[in-house]
């Protein structure tokens, strides 16, 4: 059983910026894949970015790409997304997603709301 808290949300101005925060807790941080996902109000919740459990290898959904970074501190059970020229329509609830990298278990965060408006 994984436990994961997100914090990091708020709001914030076009153009700004937001480091999002997961920490981990109850089983094996590095043994989990970690993403961020994020639902928008009347879509479906859709990938942002993952990193795998060794940190080697990073995915970002295109409309993020060049703006934001996942990274991941396996010392510290966290894992963070950092959110750059930000725009309107990244808006959102994010949310931390750990996938087991063997049995696949997996957990999620209760997510932290971002708003971008000015």
């Known amino acids: 059983q994984v436990q994961l808290v997100e914090s990091g949300g708020g709001l914030v101005q076009p153009g700004g910026s937001l480091r999002l925060s997961c920490a981990a807790s109850?089983?094996?941080?590095?043994?989990?894949?970690m993403s961020w996902y994020r639902q928008a109000p009347g879509k479906e919740r859709e990938l942002v970015a993952r990193?795998?459990?060794?940190?080697?290898?990073?995915n970002y959904a295109d409309s993020v790409k060049g703006r934001f970074t996942i990274s991941r501190d396996n010392a510290k059970n966290t894992v963070y997304l950092q959110m750059n020229s930000l725009k309107p329509e990244d808006t959102a609830v994010f949310y931390c997603?750990?996938?087991?990298?063997?049995?696949?278990?997996?957990?999620w965060g209760q997510g932290t709301q971002v708003t971008v408006s000015s």
């Open positions: 990193i795998t459990s060794t940190g080697i290898i990073t």
């Open positions: 109850g089983s094996t941080f590095s043994n989990y894949h």
């Open positions: 997603y750990a996938n087991h990298r063997v049995s696949r278990y997996s957990y």
